[in-house]
């Protein structure tokens, strides 16, 4: 299946500044790729769609000004989390579609202290 | 959009065991997977099964579409399958179930 590469798998950073998460479709041409947010012991929330040449989409309740995403080539996404914030610290996973099932990249831990 | 209930929320078994864990959804949906997240949160795919009957070793799924709902049965349990099993559903998008909290103890 599609290998996703996600970098990096876990950061600590102060609070107010910012830190960029890398997502990497190695081997398929993604036009899609998806932003997902998980809490400790709770599920995974989609958070965003990230569009290829084009604005991302937001899911309800999502802060667009804070979670910026980028997604400039058919291989790479980027979210950065802005003027992070200690209710930021999560789990931030994303994801390909190939068309017969999604495939995870192996998730980015925050810690925002 | 799309609920997706996952029973039981946790099990605990002993080694050897079998198990059924179940996945409700509420409306039709284009793609069913099942996921194993280990403990360093990495979501490995299972099954992708949107209906019928799949098998891998020692695990098995099933999904009846009609009536909304799949199976994930786990054999001879080990203490490696251990960790959160969520089932997912596609409808607009991509909705992950409450999850599962398997623990295997030796």
């Known amino acids: 299946g599609a290998v996703v590469s996600q970098h990096p798998s876990w950061v600590i950073c102060k609070s107010g500044t910012s830190v960029k998460i890398e997502c990497r479709s190695l081997?398929?041409?993604?036009?899609?790729m998806f932003w997902y947010r998980q809490f400790p012991k709770q599920s995974l929330m989609l958070m965003a769609t990230s569009n290829e040449g084009s604005k991302a989409t937001y899911e309800q309740g999502v802060e667009k000004d804070k979670f910026l995403i980028n997604h400039a080539s058919l291989t790479l996404s980027t979210l950065t989390v802005t003027s992070a914030h200690p209710e930021d610290s999560s789990f931030y996973i994303c994801?390909?579609?190939?068309?017969?099932?999604?495939?995870f990249g192996s998730g980015t831990r925050l810690t925002v202290v | 959009g799309i609920q997706v209930e996952q029973s039981p929320p946790d099990l605990i078994l002993q080694e050897g065991a079998n198990s059924t864990l179940r996945c409700n959804f509420s409306d039709s949906v284009n793609n069913l997977q099942w996921f194993h997240q280990n403990p360093w949160g990495q979501l490995i795919n299972l099954f992708y099964?949107?209906?019928g009957t799949k098998q891998n070793g020692r695990l098995s799924a099933t999904t009846v579409a009609t009536e909304r709902y799949s199976l994930l049965y786990i054999s001879s349990s080990q203490t490696t399958d251990s960790g959160v099993y969520f089932c997912a559903a596609t409808g607009n998008q991509f909705y992950f179930g409450t999850g599962t909290s398997l623990t295997v103890i030796p």
């Open positions: 099964i949107p209906s």
């Open positions: 081997d398929f041409q993604a036009t899609t």
């Open positions: 994801s390909v579609d190939r068309g017969y099932g999604y495939t």
